[in-house]
């Protein structure tokens, strides 16, 4: 098996890896806070890229790779002492040679970490371990004669398990030359302290819908749905993609549908979403109804919460729904303590092989008992 044909623990099913992105959309903020340390000289060797999944982390990575790697070493001072070029963007063209390398992965000045692939098994591991990260001193002693600078990716440090954290922290401690270390972290609490402190923090957002749309463009995965993609992703293009592929939005609409009918339910219809859950081979759409399932519980309690329906709706009468089964903050913390309840459930479910059937019924159940009360 080649190496285009293995998986890649740092790309999105379908959609386009973040090298192969040009642009970032609606993190200008996060661009910019890097972009004012690289022209004040004051450069930090580690930056910690936080914020929720799928927002653009790992593009905006990418992105000050292609631009710290392409950028010459000398930023002026000579003979006539002219100040240093002031940059305003990170883009560089895709015609650059550093772009051409990057997208062949043939660039001696980059590395990534990710989780990597067992060939015992051909499929990726659970976590970064500590060969994956020694894989980098390898890389720093041979691209040392090289010069210039160096760029590392770890996506998503999160991954890391605690030796493989260890070892990237000495790294930090005693910082290569010329190497700025790039850390992905979609829940930075999980990493060491040690490893936070020795890092800068870039800070992306959720995205609005206008600027989902036109992320969802580049990533060819728009269906002229932004608002409600936008609305049941939080603002996440990664999942965005991951609703599209799956058939999200028609998988919402059915939910919303089943549950119109609360404090009665219509259980063949209840039944049918049960079983396709339960299909061979749909694992992924299992998954990704919990996930909308979760949602639904969360959109409910912040309507009674609020006393008015999230706008815009993610679905066909869904407003409707929300206020007559939500309509008050007493009924906002019953759906809040049951969506709790049914996340513990569905955990324990999964751990222990329950049947996505009756797992899938099981929740449903759950919810009806709570409309009715």
């Known amino acids: 098996m080649s190496s285009d044909d293995l998986p890649e623990a740092d790309r999105v ?9 040009e642009r970032l959309f609606g993190q200008e903020a996060a661009e910019a806070g890097f972009l004012e340390a690289f022209n004040s000289g004051r450069l930090h060797h580690a930056w910690l890229l936080t ?7 790992a593009t905006l990575a990418w992105r000050i790779a292609r631009f710290l790697l392409a950028t010459p070493m000398d930023q002026g001072g000579g003979l006539f002492g002219e100040a240093p070029p002031v940059y305003d963007t990170l883009d ?16 001696p000045g980059m590395f990534s970490i990710t989780r990597s692939v067992n060939e015992k098994t051909g499929r990726l591991r659970d976590m970064i371990t500590v060969d994956d990260v020694r894989g980098l001193t390898h890389f720093l002693t041979m691209s040392s004669t090289e010069g ?7 996506d998503a440090a999160d991954e890391m398990n605690v030796n493989a954290a260890n070892a990237l922290l000495k790294m930090l401690e005693e910082p290569p030359s010329l190497t700025t270390i790039l850390l992905i972290s979609h829940q930075p609490s999980r990493l060491l302290p040690t490893i936070r402190s020795r890092c800068r923090e870039l800070r992306l957002s959720a995205l609005k819908a206008d600027t989902m749309h036109m992320a969802l463009v580049q990533a060819d995965a728009s269906e002229g749905e932004s608002p409600a993609l936008a609305a049941l992703s939080a603002g996440s293009v990664g999942e965005a993609v991951r609703l599209t592929r799956l058939g999200g939005l028609p998988m919402y609409q059915e939910i919303v549908s089943i549950f119109a009918t609360l404090p009665g ?5 209840a039944m049918k979403l049960a079983e396709a859950a339960a299909a061979r081979g749909a694992a992924d759409k299992f998954e990704l109804l919990l996930t909308l399932i979760d949602v639904f519980l969360a959109r409910l309690a912040r309507t009674g ?69």
């Open 13 to 21: 099913e379908g959609a386009p890896h973040p090298r192969e992105t």
């Open 92 to 107: 560089i063209s895709p015609d650059h040679p550093v772009s051409h390398r990057l997208l062949a992965r043939s660039e």
């Open 51 to 57: 914020g929720p999944l799928g927002v653009g982390k």
């Open 265 to 269: 339910l219509d259980r063949p219809r």
């Open 305 to 373: 919460a609020t006393g008015s329906a999230p706008v815009p709706e993610a679905a066909k009468g869904e407003a409707e729904v929300l206020l007559r089964l939500s309509p008050n903050p007493t009924k906002a913390r019953h759906w809040a303590d049951i969506a709790q309840q049914i996340s513990e459930r569905t955990r324990h479910g999964q751990a222990v092989n329950l049947d996505p059937a009756a797992l899938v019924l099981d929740t449903v159940f759950k919810i009806t008992e709570t409309a009715s009360r």
């Open 148 to 154: 210039g600078r160096r760029v590392v990716i770890v």
